[in-house]
């Protein structure tokens, strides 16, 4: 048996206070999901936002492409594109929303406001085509960010979720059986006790 169910005062006094620190554990897992469920849905939102916002600056950057390609030729346009160096601006930081470690992608878009290619050669139309990308690019970084969060965010919530069930139908229903089992025992016992009392007392 187990020792934690001998109906003593001590074990009665244990299964109180570990109910009470399931009952407030469970309380501060529902805030906390509550919490998550908000920012999930804030995140949701602006992957929809962003979503929508990629579609048309992708559709106006092929434009933008198409009208260079035509003015400054395929094989230029290759060249100046092949000659580019790789972009090394990307920062990654991370903060935390009730657990869930999401990462904070840096972009600073201010220092590709000059295309870095020679003016030799380009056109108005390859300018637009190179800040129209740049757009794509800031628009991408955002996206990947918040649909990262959306998968943390979610992965804490489903987790707060189950611990807060096992709280609630496991865990605190055992506490409360454990704590119902061991008082009936002691009131009997304390019964018993004042009959065995009594009976010593009349006899005497």
Not at 6 to 33: I, V, W
Not at 73 to 92: E, H, R, T, V, Y
Request: aromatic share 6%.
């Amino acid at each position: 048996m187990n020792s934690e169910l001998l109906p003593t005062k001590r074990n009665l006094m244990l299964a109180k206070r570990n109910l009470e620190f399931a009952s407030q554990g469970h309380d501060l897992l529902d805030k906390k999901y509550k919490v998550l469920l908000r920012a999930l849905s804030a995140v949701k939102f602006s992957v929809d936002q962003l979503r929508h916002q990629l579609d048309d600056a992708l559709e106006n950057a092929k434009k933008m492409v198409a009208i260079a390609q035509m003015e400054v030729g395929d094989k230029s346009l290759k060249k100046i594109i092949n000659s580019q160096p790789l972009d090394a601006s990307i920062q990654i930081s991370y903060h935390s929303i009730m657990g869930a470690i999401i990462p904070k992608i840096k972009y600073d878009n201010k220092k590709h406001t000059t295309p870095p290619y020679s003016l030799c050669g380009s056109t108005v139309s390859l300018d637009d085509a190179f800040f129209a990308w740049q757009s794509v690019k800031f628009l991408l970084i955002k996206l990947i960010e918040a649909e990262i969060a959306v998968q943390h965010v979610n992965a804490q919530l489903q987790k707060a979720k189950k611990r807060a069930a096992a709280l609630e139908n496991i865990i605190i229903p055992t506490y409360k059986s454990r704590i119902k089992y061991i008082s009936n025992q002691l009131e009997e016992k304390e019964r018993d006790e004042l009959i065995r009392i009594k009976k010593h007392c009349v006899s005497i």
